[in-house]
């Protein structure tokens, strides 16, 4: 399984003059040979940094993870998953490729990822806490909001339940170390699995931390890193900076914001991918915005945003590189009765499939941009499943830190984020003395 992006949109045989050639892709993107080579004999020796490329070879972590899945799903209607970032994000996108409703065999999994006490308690008055389970995620265990879910949701259990019980209803994922969750978790017994201690939030999305809500809702688990593998083996290998490959993305993302194109779009025609914007959307943003450099990422999804941003895309500042993302579904879906859509002007929807236009909308919306000048590189997808889903996570994941090879930047930390969380404990503290 391989995934072939088309960058000719982005290039001047398509764009015109001034746009950029293929050979320029193809050199900058020669250029990080030497870094493909270093992360080939990472993977190789199987340690170091980053860890994130080891997991696509790893199997004996998921036992753990699928006993506690199988005895949350034994008790639970519904799991709660506590976490922020990216110890959300991946989980949700994994969780949207599964059938819904999931059926009695799996629990509704909900995604806590803010702090708003509206929302929250308005979910916690309509759950049966009898029957609901609780993950709460944070690599360092010391996050505030996850904390804050926490300390809230085990208090609100320890009434509804006999304290000895929280043991089956309540586990947490947490980095091997001492800290504040972990000794919460202690406290109680809780079961406990270990974060990757080298592998960070945003890259964790191949850990535990995504594929235990994967096994909660049935998915295997397996596959997602077998298609992870399949596109490393293919971006580490000797067709590693050929123009389908991450590092073609990276090259033509560093060349194009050397050129003004300083926004990033990505848009799937594809439902399901709605959660994989908002997951690339922190990857690239706080993994490359740093020292003044880095794009800005924008999270769309077609045809919705067709609809109320195309105008801005096509006539607005010449500022962005698109990235669209198709299913193939030509022939899918419900069929328009010609009987219903008698009115002449609605022929061409006549015997036609919902999916027969999706299809048709995105192609369209492609050509259009590409037609008024705007860099849109394209993806087909023949389908979408744990394979096809893991190996455009790996491909993303590569393509951004090899653009931070490119700029110069460190893709694993994150120095301004620290800065507001230290700033917003101050605040507390203030709160507390007043």
């Avoid at 439902?271 to 943003?285: P, S």
């Avoid at 394979?387 to 893709?411: C, K, P, R, S, W």
Wanted: charged fraction near 25%; charge should be negative; hydrophobic fraction near 45%.
């Amino acid at each position: 399984m391989s995934l072939a992006f088309d960058l000719s949109g982005c290039l001047s045989a398509r764009l015109g003059d001034g746009a950029l050639e293929e050979s320029q892709v193809l050199v900058k993107a020669q250029s990080l040979r030497p870094a493909l080579d270093r992360l080939s004999d990472l993977r190789s020796a199987g340690e170091g940094d980053p860890e994130f490329l080891l997991l696509p070879d790893r199997r004996a972590d998921l036992e753990p993870a699928r006993d506690l899945a199988f005895a949350l799903n034994e008790a639970c209607d519904d799991v709660l998953i506590l976490g922020t970032g990216g110890s959300s994000l991946g989980g949700q996108t994994l969780y949207a490729l599964a059938d819904a409703p999931l059926g009695p065999a799996h629990p509704r999994l909900h995604f806590l990822d803010n702090v708003d006490p509206f929302g929250f308690e308005r979910l916690l008055d309509r759950l049966d806490l009898e029957h609901t389970g609780v993950v709460a995620v944070s690599k360092s265990g010391g996050t505030a909001e996850t904390l804050c879910q926490f300390a809230v949701i085990v208090e609100a259990m320890i009434e509804a339940l006999d304290e000895s019980r929280l043991a089956s209803r309540v586990a947490v994922i947490t980095e091997p170390k001492d800290s504040p969750l972990a000794a919460l978790a202690e406290r109680w017994r809780l079961p406990r699995l270990d974060h990757d201690l080298g592998v960070g939030g945003r890259f964790s999305v191949l850990s535990v931390v995504g594929l235990l809500p994967a096994l909660l809702a049935g998915l295997d688990a397996a596959a997602f890193r077998e298609g992870a593998a399949a596109v490393l083996d293919r971006a580490l290998g000797p067709e590693g900076c050929e123009l389908a490959s991450p590092a073609a993305g990276a090259a033509l993302a560093v060349l194009a914001a050397e050129r003004g194109y300083s926004q990033s779009v990505l848009m799937p025609y594809v439902d399901r991918l709605a959660d994989f914007g908002l997951w690339y959307r922190q990857l690239w943003a706080e993994s490359l915005g740093k020292h003044g450099k880095g794009t800005t990422p924008i999270r769309a999804l077609g045809p919705v945003d067709q609809h109320s941003q195309l105008q801005l895309y096509l006539q607005g500042p010449a500022d962005k590189l698109f990235t669209l993302i198709r299913l193939e579904t030509e022939g899918e879906g419900p069929r328009v009765a010609p009987q219903i859509v008698d009115d002449p002007r609605l022929e061409y929807l006549a015997g036609r499939r919902m999916g027969d236009l999706l299809d048709a909308m995105a192609r369209a919306t492609a050509e259009t941009l590409i037609r008024n000048g705007k860099p849109t590189r394209t993806l087909v997808l023949e389908r979408l499943d744990e394979e096809v889903l893991g190996g455009l996570f790996m491909h993303f994941m590569l393509e951004t830190i090899l653009a931070a090879e490119l700029l110069g930047v460190d893709a694993y930390d994150q120095p301004a984020v620290e800065e507001g969380k230290v700033l917003a404990r101050d605040y507390l503290a203030v709160m507390q003395r007043d």
